[in-house]
Each structure stands twice: as structure tokens, then as C-alpha cells.
């Protein structure tokens, strides 16, 4: 293949080797050779504007040299090219360019945040004249406020265009553009267009100059005064490789690092701004205990004493059977293995489970039936080469913002995105998307239609040219399942619903001809386990990948870990191990006296807040290890604070299952008698008396090595890209019934919450730069809103179940009519109260309103 | 003399009623196109047709026109004529009168460029300052769909052209090709960087064709009459047909004289512009539009300089678009130069740091020098900027702006000095810059 062959040429004397279609310029940096630029980023599209980085080709490998000098970005090595970026001619058009470029530059650098990691700077100190011929006037733009994140500093600017192409081709918004000509040239963002995607701080990274600075760390320290610590974020599933810069033990900022396989050189404002959380006044500094219904502040032996002399108690009168420990799902592998170890081994119990949301057992358990185990069906690379993706319930820039980078990227390399979702999302594309908006509880109908197709279209003689050679591994059950598919019918389907079948036509045929390139995205719109088995069941026929976009960092990580129900067979117990709904019912009824909370908050996490409440509200004794004051902590009878991952290092496993390495960025601050989280369980194991080893985290990780084969292999690797650990698909083709269209009560919206990364638990919320992002309210559809004389932005009072509640309503026509979107977490914001009714989907009657 | 000489796409110029498709047609007009396409003639014979003719491109650069069309690879699917119709070069005043009155003989010349190259659409990208013309394009282009020249199945063929006009936006950029691609499809006009040429990869990412309004003139022409008939005219093969010139400036009769290539300059100022106003002395000349460097009086009364585009090539000046602006030796060479640099200051389109802040630099130092607030190391300075405003961007408006001043700068150094050392303008120019 000479696509994937290397081309040797010479450059500056020395052989370099560069892939086909690679700009000069990248294989030079690659072999750590500079090249003065400043609009090219390896990311970015070529437009060879700034004539920074000029060479001179004495041979284009043809014999011949170049007359012109050429930018080294825009023109692609070939076999035999004689390159040079040190000749005379070189190095007097460097001289010249970059004159021009200070020219109007105002060279404030003593007062510029850019200074110190300054690419004008540091390349002018290198490749400039150090004398300035001019005397006129430097060029002054009109101050403008573009966001509450980014503060722009436009005399600055050296027009590379950066920005312009990243919210253009990275990003989609199309936000930043320019205006006017020649040295009157703007870059800047279009009038009454405030930015407001969700990744707009990128511009800030890929600025070379002081143009566009952070407005939350602006003018707060110099670079040279910080230390910064490359590591993985931990705010969503995705784990972006970020760099934590800090000064004396507090958090300064974040800024993307690359890790080409996951993130590229991007990250989202919620891991830019996140680490304010950490700094946040809500932090528990100390442990507390419940003395006379009052939490008091106690020192760490007093609290862990506490619990212990109560477990001991409980363990003797009721055994293991009385414990229930819930979360690791945001905590790293390291202690959610510790927390399930201290329960199977301490407290005996096998009650213990990352999954506090039912969406999240439901796409466990639902691919553990299909597949035979969870995680490790396609990587991000897959995804980006991808060419055709299939979203179903999900909404990657809501949720996972680079998930929606990776999926634009595919696109820009010509995919086609199908999504199906209750609404029409937004991924800032303009062609090649279908948007399927199958009607509440018809999805699973929509998906078998799908299947019927597909499988027709696949076996078309049913199974008598499907050898049982050829049966892939784990196609176990597909004769039944061929057989059901084909007797069903689905006319009524379609005669209640608006789509046509020539559509579904369309999608079979695309995910037909694209099937070794498909790629599935499974959002957490998808609570039900029969139609995450029915999506399964067609990524089983199609053979295709597939990623399911979680919500908690670190579900598939603990999962790994058998903070799970599959504990008890690593263990060899026998217990029946309840879901998390189960659990507190089993709390209500006695069954259970005692939880431990890592790191989690049911009351606002689960979608019964009612059950949850009045759980806690039983006898049960309730611990609660967390990081910030939560929702769940006044029910709590003892209080131990927890670290976050910017304070403690541990592994993560991501929605690919790519087990990444998070390091430590700072001690705990001030104030906070931390302790790292892994270590308490052992501390409550000694104070009870039992052994339970755990000296250091390498000792851990060298346990869960020896437990989990394939994570031996991740803890021990040096890729700092992480590493993905695939799973052999096996299971079978699971049967599984139609259930009947819900009846809709009329003269009602159906309200639905759907995850919103900003506002995902308690410690993003605290997160205070985060505040400034647009408010959520309730979206409804326009034609809704005319109907009832809603005006955007107004507030309106809703009646949902027994309580009214007045909410600023935005009118969003990506709904479809009859439909009410608010994001997950936001009502508590508003009203603490309305928490416990907090139904995922809840009927809801709207209140005329004249306006 | 120039009674004898012979006017190719001006022949129709002295009549109005050739705007409309009647008095065309009865002066041979449609007989080019309605010939290849009735004998069936290849594509490929036209292209050697206009090869062999030597007609090189009207709009500036001077590219053999035969040469550039078969540079279109032979592919499935649209291919794309731009016409450039941008005449925003200043002292250029062409085209304007080749659309207004003989617009049908550019529509002739694009279907035959079309025909030639297996296009079937064609855009006639004009200057949005010229409003008649557009209307008059517009018009003949209506009369001539009513006819069915211009459309689907030309006489009776399977050859099919349709024609679009298309309004520029008042910026000179545009009349780059691949600006001018760039705004066609809606964008800001940022000229692109090359490779990929046009003709691989222009409008619409498809092979395309951009030719000037003149070089599409002849084409009717060169058909009708042979390709030998016109690489007769002019001095040689190279440079064979004739030339529009726009005269302007400091000359009695002012105007635009369709002249076959290889005259001098001195020919042009003095038999056909009827010399110099008042009996002055000549001082400069731009001999082809504001981009050309001026040739000095020397260069026209002594080295009796040729117009053709080898000749002014040689003495280090080019053809580019054909305006020949006049100045005697009133004038403020100084001036001349400053506000030359102001329009490339006004028109670099910004993405480019060399011409972005080179053309503003240039223009703010000639301007000062001009007012007597210049100081010795301007000069020196000047002439640094210059190299590095050569060979360095995508498009070449930033060269154009060096070889402008450059010339003005190495040829009448006297004057800059003069203005540095009196700390005023020794001419006592009248006009501010």
C-alpha cells in the first residue's frame, strides 16, 4: 500500500521520513526540528496564512528546485525533496514576516498572561531582528466582550485564524469570523452571537498570542510561577488528557494536553472551569458524626471509630446481609476496588453496587446478556473513522462534549451521523445527518422495524446460506431470533407515527453498506433494559462497535472492579444482591440497617428521589464519604470527607474502556484534613478488627492486577495515552418482548430530563467559574409555546404532580410538540424541596398563562 | 497611421445598436460558435486553434489562453468558466466598454471557450460598480437564451451552456481568480493557496477556467477568421493581436485605443493620445494598470520601449491589464506612490501578515514622506521592505504593491529625498495623501 508508505527527504541536511499527504512542517516537528508558524496546528485545516514558516525547496524531488520560497504547511514532502529552513533566503523572509507581524503587535508582554508561554514572543527571541524600524501608530481595536470565559485582547492579534477554524471546523459554531480588509483587518466574533458553545476555551490554548485570554485566570499568576501536572480529567466518561497548572497548592487553571487517541488537543469548559469545585466553600473539611440529630465535627480516628463500633454491632446482630454500599462510580478503580474488597471481605456482604441510576445497570446488565460482559466494544478511533455513526439517546454535546468532537471529526472525513433521539439534537451539521424521532415508548418498536430489515436484507434466505462454520462467536440464538423478528408486524407502528418506511429503508441500507466502518453511540436517554438488549441484539447482527456514552466518570471502571453483583462470584458467595431501587426498598422494609455512600447522592442521582427520601429517613444507619456538602448528607449519621481526583492520584477506566492514569495536582488545600480515600476502608477494616491490606496505591494496583488479568496490562503500562482493554463479545441473541405504546394522558407535556454536563452532581456544580454559563431552564417546543402564549424567557408556572413551580421557559424547536426538556440536576437548583419528586419522567400539567 | 490598423474587438464599438442580438447577427456575430458546433469541430481543434492563434490572456498576467484550457483534466462531472469581469485594476477601463457595447461578442467568446472545454456553465463575475454594464450583460444574455444560443441543445446540438451573472462587492481581491472563486461561492474573497490550481480544482472544488473579458473577445475572431490571420497582427507569435490600452492621464486625447501588439510606448503617447497636455515633458508612465512598474521618459523616448508583454517583461515592467497612465512632469512621483499604496493597503484582503501589514506599512511611511514629516532612514527602510514583500504570500497583491513603489522608489529616489530634505512636498502638490 504506498498510501501507508513513508517518504524520505532531506531536510536541513538531514534525513527525515514523512507520512503521505504530511505537510513539511509537521514531519519536521515531529523530529523535534522547529519551524517558526503560527496558523498551522496539526488539528487545525492548512491555510498558510501567517508565511511564518517559509523554507526553501532546492529540490522538489524532481531535480528541479522551487523558485519561490514555500510554506512549509501548506506543501506536502515528497520522496528525494531537499528542504531547508536555515538559508540566507530563508532566514531574511523570516526576518521580514515577523517584522510585519510585530508590527502593529503592541508588545505588552510585561503585562500579557500569554507571556512566558508566548510563541511571538519565544519565536521572535529566535528568528527575529531585535530592532523596531517602526513609528507609526499602532493599529487599536474597540474593546469587546465576547463570553464570560474568554477575555479578548485584539490589539494583540496576529490574525493566524486559529480560532476562526477551530469554531468553524472543530467546534461547528461558526462563531468567530472576521472583518474588514487589509491592516484593518478583525478577528472577532459576529455581533449579538455571545459565545456560548460548550468547548469554546480551546481558543484560548491554540491562541500563540495574548489575544484571547482566560478571564478566570487572567492576570491571577505568571507561567513561569506554576507548577502543572499532565493528567486525565474525571468530570465525564470521556477522560481528556488535561494539564492542572497550580501555585502553592491551589488550582490556577486547566488546559488541554493531547492525547491523540481520546481528545486530540481539545478539551470542554466544564473540565477547563471544574477544578474550581475544589476550591469551592461547600468542601466537607472534616469528618462529622450525628450527635442528637445534629452533625458535629469530629478528628478522623473519632469518626472511623464511630463507624466501626456500629458495624461490629450491626454485623453481629443481623450479619453481613444488613450492609448496602452504593457509588465508585466517581471515585477511581483504586477505591472503588478497595470499597467492594472491605464489603465482600469485612462486612461480608455482597450488597454493593456502582450503578445508583437504573440507566446505569440497565446498559451493564443489558450488554452482560447480549455480550457476555460490559465495556470494550469500540475506541474513539473507531468512532473518528467511522463512516457511519449511530446515536441513540444521546446528546454528545450536552453530555460529553468531545464524545461530540470525535463524532464531527468522522463527519468532516465524510460519515454519515443517524441520530435518534425524543428531539432533534444539535451537532452543528449541516448535511449527511438524519435526525429519527420515534414517539415515547415506540422506541423499541422503531428498533425492531430496523432489525426486521436489516435482518432481511442480510439473510435474505433466511438462515440456510448462514453455515454454522461462519456463525460468529456469541450468535447463539439468532435462528429464534430471526424467526420472532419475522413473524412480527409492524404496520401499526407505522400508521401511528409520522415516519415513513421508505426512512427506515434508508437507515437498514446504510448501516448495511457501512457496516464494517458503523460505529454505535448508546446515550443514557436509554433507561429501559429491553431496548438496550433490542439495540444490542442489531449491533450483533451488524457486527458493528459500539460505545456506550455513560454518565458517571467511572462507571465501566468500577464495574471492572465488581463494585457490582458479579462480586459475589468473584468471591464465591451466594447472596441475592438487589439493583439499587431494590435496596432502598429493602432499606424501607428493614431488611437493610446500614449504607455506605461513596462518593454518590441518591437524592439527587436517582430518579425515585421519593423512595430514596424516605429511606433515609428509616432507621438506617447512613454513612456518607463525599467530597462536597450533597443533598444526601442531612440524613447522614456520620460525614467523612473525601478527595478529589485533582487531590489523589488513581486510575480510570473510560467509556472505551481505556484505563487512564490521573495524577495528583495538588496536596489538600487548607483546611481540608484529607485522607486519601483509598485508605479509610482499611482504617475502619483495623478498627473493627479485621485485616484488610492497602500500604500504598501501588499495592492496590498490584492486587487488582493479580484479580483482573486484563487491567495488569493498564496499571503497568507507560502509554500515557491510556490503555484500551478490549473484550472478546460473546453471549447470545436475546429474545426480548414488544412492550405496548404507553397511553399518553392528554392535555399533558411529557417531561423529560436529560443529563446536562455543567450540572452533573454535586461537584461540578460547585464548581463557581462554572456559573457562568448559560442558566438552565425548561425547553419547549415554539409551537407549544405559541399555543399557550409563552413567551422566551418569560417564567411560567408548572403543576407537576402536586406541587407548582414557577421555571424560565426557553423556547427550543428541536422539540417536538407535547414534549417539556429540562436538564438533570437543575431542578434542585431551584427548589431543594422539589428534589424527592424527581420522577425521570414525569407527567406534567401546563397552567395557561395570558401574556 | 492608426486609420490603417486593424481593430478586432472594438470593430463594433462605433454603432450602439450592436448592444442588441440583431445587429450582432447580422455582422457575423454567432457564425464562430454556430460553425464549430454545426462542422462538429473537437473540442481539441479548438484549443489548437486558439494555440496556435498565440492569444495570450487580456487580464494581466498574459497566459497563453490555448495552454491554460488544455490544463483542465478530461473528467466526468461540471465543469466550471469564470469570466473575470472584475476590472478593478485603476487606470483600466476595458472591459467595461467591451460588455456595454458588445456584450454578444463576449457571450459568443464563452461559448466557445465553453465548447472547447467541456463546460456547461459559465459565470460572468462583473465589477458590482458596474451597474450599466451589468444591465447591458443581462439583457443580450436574455436575448440571446430566447434565441437558444445560450442554453440547452445550442443549434440543434448536444452542446449545452448556460450563462450567469454575478454582481461583485467593490473589492479588488476579487479579480484575483481564485478570490474571485472564493466570493462566487459566497465567501470572503481570500485568494487560495496553490496548488491545487483552478483548472484541477477551482469553483465548487471543479476543474474551472477563468478568463478576462477581452481574451474571451477575440475568440469569435480567431475562429471566424483563422488562427494564422491573428498571430499575423502583433510583432511576433508570442505577442500576436492587438491590445485594449486605456490612455489616461496627462495626454490630450485620453482614451481606449485598440492597437496591435509591438508598438512603443512613445507611439502610443504621441500618435494616438496626441502627446503630451501643453506641450509638457513626459516624467512616467504606468504602462499597464497600477500593479505595472513605470517606465521613466527615458525608457520611452530613448529605449523606445515596446508594448507587447516580452518587451515591457524585459525592461522590467509587464502588460498587466492594459492601463496606461500618463504623467508629466507636474506631477509628484512621491504622491503617485502614496497613493498607490493606500489603495493596496485599502484592498489586501488580510490574510497574509507580509501584505496585511506590509501594504499599511509602505502606505504610512510614503504618506509621511509626502506631508514632510519623512526621515532619512525611510528610504533604506523602504527598500528593505520590498524583498520581503515579493514571492512571499498566497496572491500576488502584495508583489504588485512592491513592484509599484519599488520602481517609483529605485527610479525617482531624487524626489523622495528632495521631499525628506525640505521636510514638505517640492512640488506644491495639491492633493492631500
Known amino acids: 500500500m504506498s498510501q501507508e508508505s513513508e517518504i524520505n527527504f532531506l531536510f536541513n541536511g538531514k534525513e527525515l521520513k514523512a507520512k503521505h499527504g504530511q505537510p513539511i512542517i509537521q514531519a519536521a516537528l515531529d523530529a523535534e526540528i522547529h519551524i517558526p508558524h503560527f496558523c498551522y496546528h496539526k488539528n487545525l485545516s492548512v491555510v498558510g496564512q501567517c508565511r511564518a514558516c517559509l523554507v526553501e525547496i532546492t529540490d522538489a524531488g524532481n531535480g528541479k528546485p522551487i523558485p519561490k520560497l514555500q510554506p512549509s504547511c501548506a506543501t506536502f514532502a515528497s520522496e528525494g525533496m531537499v528542504v531547508s529552513s536555515e538559508t540566507p533566503r530563508v532566514d531574511e523572509a523570516q526576518k521580514g514576516v515577523f517584522e510585519f507581524l510585530l508590527k502593529n503587535h503592541p508588545l505588552d508582554c510585561p503585562v500579557c498572561d500569554q507571556g512566558g508561554e508566548c510563541p511571538l514572543q519565544d519565536q521572535t527571541m529566535s528568528y527575529a531582528n531585535a530592532i523596531s524600524r517602526t513609528q507609526e501608530l499602532r493599529r487599536i481595536f474597540p474593546k469587546k466582550e465576547i463570553s464570560p470565559f474568554i477575555k479578548p485582547e485584539m490589539n494583540r492579534c496576529v490574525h493566524c485564524t486559529r480560532c476562526i477554524r477551530f469554531t468553524s471546523e472543530i467546534d461547528g459554531g461558526e462563531e468567530f469570523g472576521w472583518a474588514f480588509r487589509g491592516d484593518k483587518t478583525e478577528v472577532g466574533i459576529y455581533e449579538d452571537l455571545p459565545l456560548s458553545s460548550i468547548v469554546s476555551g480551546n481558543v484560548i490554548d491554540i491562541c500563540p498570542v495574548g489575544a484571547l485570554t482566560d478571564n478566570k485566570y487572567r492576570f491571577t499568576s505568571r507561567v513561569w510561577e506554576m507548577e502543572h501536572t499532565d493528567t486525565s480529567c474525571t468530570l465525564c466518561s470521556i477522560g481528556c488528557k488535561q494539564r492542572v497548572w497550580s501555585q502553592e497548592g491551589i488550582l490556577k487553571r486547566v488546559t488541554a494536553s493531547e492525547n491523540s487517541e481520546v481528545n486530540d488537543t481539545w478539551i470542554c469548559d466544564v473540565a477547563r472551569y471544574g477544578w474550581s469545585g475544589v476550591h469551592a466553600d461547600n468542601r466537607i473539611s472534616k469528618p462529622m458524626v450525628k450527635v442528637d440529630g445534629v452533625l458535629k465535627e469530629v478528628d478522623w480516628d473519632e469518626a472511623i471509630q464511630h463507624i466501626a463500633n456500629k458495624y461490629v454491632s450491626l454485623k453481629q446482630i443481623s450479619g453481613g446481609v444488613s450492609f448496602a454500599g452504593l457509588g465508585g462510580s466517581h471515585s477511581s478503580n483504586e477505591v472503588s476496588y478497595q470499597f467492594q474488597k472491605f464489603f465482600h471481605t469485612v462486612l461480608e456482604s455482597d450488597q454493593v453496587d456502582c450503578r445508583i441510576h437504573p440507566r446505569d445497570y440497565s446498559q451493564t446488565d443489558a450488554q452482560i446478556s447480549v455480550f457476555g460482559c460490559a465495556g470494550g466494544f469500540a475506541t474513539l478511533s473507531d468512532l473518528s473513522n467511522s463512516d457511519h455513526i449511530v446515536l441513540y439517546g444521546s446528546d454528545p454535546f450536552q453530555e460529553h462534549p468531545i464524545l461530540a468532537l470525535q463524532i464531527r471529526k468522522a463527519h468532516s472525513k465524510g460519515a454519515y451521523i443517524d441520530s435518534i433521539n425524543p428531539r432533534k439534537i444539535d451537532l452543528r451539521l449541516n448535511n449527511r445527518v438524519s435526525h429519527f424521532i420515534p414517539l415515547i415508548g415506540m422506541e423499541i418498536v422503531f428498533i425492531k422495524a430496523i432489525q426486521k430489515i436489516v435482518s432481511r436484507k442480510l439473510f435474505p434466505d433466511g438462515m440456510s446460506n448462514f453455515s454454522k462454520e461462519n456463525n460468529p462467536k456469541g450468535f447463539d440464538g439468532l435462528e429464534d431470533f430471526l424467526e420472532i423478528l419475522s413473524a412480527d408486524s409492524f404496520e401499526h407502528f407505522f400508521e401511528e407515527t409520522d415516519m415513513e418506511m421508505s426512512l427506515l429503508e434508508d437507515i437498514a441500507t446504510r448501516l448495511i453498506s457501512n457496516k464494517d466502518k458503523l460505529t454505535f453511540v448508546i446515550g443514557p436517554f436509554i433507561t429501559d433494559i429491553s431496548l438496550n438488549i433490542e439495540i444490542l441484539n442489531l449491533a450483533k447482527i451488524l457486527e458493528c462497535g459500539f460505545l456506550y456514552a455513560s454518565v458517571p466518570p467511572n462507571l465501566q471502571g468500577a464495574f471492572d472492579m465488581v463494585v457490582s453483583p458479579r462480586g459475589k462470584d468473584h468471591y464465591e458467595k451466594n447472596f441475592e444482591v438487589r439493583n439499587s431501587d431494590q435496596v432502598f426498598e429493602s432499606v424501607l422494609a428493614g431488611d437493610i440497617s446500614s449504607l455506605y455512600l461513596m462518593n454518590c447522592d441518591p437524592i439527587s442521582e436517582h430518579p425515585n428521589g421519593k423512595l430514596v427520601r424516605e429511606a433515609m429517613e428509616s432507621s438506617c444507619f447512613v454513612v456518607v464519604h463525599a467530597t462536597h456538602m450533597n443533598a444526601t448528607i442531612p440524613f447522614a449519621d456520620v460525614v467523612l470527607p473525601a478527595l478529589t481526583s485533582y487531590e489523589e492520584s488513581g486510575s480510570y477506566t473510560n467509556i472505551e474502556r481505556r484505563t487512564l492514569m490521573n495524577k495528583r495536582a495538588i496536596k489538600p488545600s487548607n483546611g481540608l484534613s484529607g485522607k486519601e480515600n483509598w485508605k479509610v476502608f482499611a482504617e475502619i477494616a483495623k478498627a473493627m478488627e479485621i485485616p484488610m491490606r492497602s500500604n500504598s496505591l501501588a499495592q492496590i494496583q498490584t492486587e487488582i492486577s493479580e484479580f483482573f488479568d486484563d487491567y495488569k496490562l493498564a496499571l503497568t503500562s507507560s502509554n500515557s495515552n491510556g490503555v484500551c482493554l478490549p473484550q472478546e463479545k460473546e453471549g447470545k441473541f436475546v429474545v426480548s418482548k414488544i412492550s405496548t405504546l404507553e397511553q399518553e394522558k392528554k392535555d399533558s407535556f411529557k417531561l423529560i430530563l436529560t443529563p446536562h454536563l455543567p450540572l452533573s452532581g454535586i461537584y461540578v456544580s460547585s464548581a463557581f467559574h462554572l456559573w457562568d454559563m448559560p442558566d438552565a431552564c425548561i425547553r419547549m417546543s415554539g409551537l407549544d409555546c405559541d399555543n399557550f402564549g409563552i413567551l422566551n424567557g418569560s417564567e411560567i408556572e408548572f403543576k407537576i404532580e402536586e406541587k407548582t413551580l414557577k421555571l424560565p421557559v426557553e423556547i427550543d424547536d428541536s422539540i417536538p410538540a407535547g414534549l417539556i426538556f429540562a436538564p438533570e440536576g437543575f431542578l434542585k437548583i431551584h427548589n431543594d424541596s422539589f428534589l424527592n419528586m424527581g420522577e425521570y419522567f414525569v407527567l406534567l400539567e401546563e397552567k395557561k398563562e395570558n401574556s | ?433
Open chain 2, 1 to 433: 497611421m492608426s486609420s490603417t490598423l486593424e481593430k478586432i474587438v472594438t470593430s463594433r464599438f462605433d454603432d450602439s445598436t450592436y448592444q442588441h442580438i440583431d445587429a450582432y447577427e447580422k455582422s457575423a456575430g454567432y457564425q464562430a460558435i454556430r460553425s464549430i458546433v454545426d462542422k462538429g469541430v473537437t473540442s481539441e481543434e479548438v484549443i489548437e486553434i486558439v494555440k496556435t492563434s498565440g492569444l495570450r490572456g487580456r487580464g494581466g498576467a498574459g497566459f497563453p489562453c490555448g495552454l491554460k484550457w488544455s490544463f483542465v483534466p478530461k473528467v466526468n462531472g461540471p465543469k466550471y468558466l469564470a469570466v473575470n469581469a472584475d476590472e478593478g485594476e485603476p487606470g483600466t477601463f476595458k472591459d467595461r466598454e467591451l460588455m456595454l457595447r458588445d456584450p454578444h461578442q463576449l457571450i459568443e467568446g464563452i461559448l466557445i471557450a465553453s465548447y472547447a472545454v467541456g463546460i456547461e456553465k459559465a459565470y460572468i463575475y462583473i465589477r458590482g460598480e458596474y451597474s450599466a454594464p451589468i444591465l447591458v450583460v443581462e439583457k443580450a444574455l436574455q436575448e440571446a437564451y430566447e434565441k437558444g444560443y445560450v442554453g440547452k441543445n445550442i443549434f440543434g446540438s448536444s452542446f449545452n451552456c448556460n450563462i450567469y451573472v454575478h454582481s461583485g462587492a467593490g473589492a479588488y481581491i476579487c479579480g484575483e481568480e481564485t478570490g474571485l472563486l472564493e466570493s462566487l461561492e459566497g465567501k470572503r474573497g481570500h485568494p487560495r493557496l496553490k496548488p491545487p490550481f483552478p483548472a484541477v480544482e477551482g469553483l465548487y472544488g471543479r476543474p474551472t477556467v477563468i478568463n478576462n473579458v477581452e481574451t474571451l473577445c477575440n475568440l469569435p475572431h480567431i475562429i471566424n477568421k483563422g488562427a494564422d490571420w491573428f498571430s499575423q497582427i502583433g510583432i511576433n507569435e508570442k505577442n500576436s493581436g492587438t491590445r485594449m490600452y486605456c490612455v489616461s492621464g496627462h495626454v490630450n486625447k485620453p482614451g481606449l485605443y485598440e492597437l496591435p501588439l509591438g508598438l512603443t510606448c512613445e507611439e502610443i503617447i504621441e500618435e494616438h493620445s496626441g502627446g503630451i497636455i501643453d506641450g509638457k515633458k513626459l516624467k512616467a508612465v504606468i504602462p499597464g494598470g497600477a500593479s505595472a512598474p513605470v517606465l521613466t521618459s527615458k525608457e520611452v523616448y530613448e529605449d523606445k520601449i515596446k508594448m507587447d508583454f516580452d518587451s515591457l517583461a524585459a525592461a522590467g515592467s509587464m502588460g498587466g491589464s492594459g492601463g496606461v497612465v500618463v504623467m508629466d512632469e507636474s506631477t509628484c512621483m512621491v504622491q503617485v506612490a502614496a497613493r498607490l499604496s493606500r489603495f493596496f493597503e485599502h484592498e489586501s484582503c488580510g490574510q497574509c501578515s507580509v501584505c496585511r501589514e506590509g501594504t499599511g506599512w509602505v502606505s504610512e511611511i510614503i504618506s509621511r514622506i509626502e506631508r514632510g514629516k519623512g526621515v532619512k532612514e525611510d528610504i533604506s527602510t523602504l527598500k528593505s521592505i520590498d524583498p520581503n514583500m515579493r514571492g512571499n504570500t498566497i496572491c500576488v497583491l502584495s508583489d504588485a504593491c512592491a513592484m509599484m513603489f519599488g520602481a517609483i522608489l529605485n527610479k525617482f529616489q531624487d524626489e523622495f529625498e528632495d521631499h525628506i530634505n525640505k521636510k514638505c512636498c517640492p512640488l506644491n502638490s495639491p492633493y492631500s495623501v
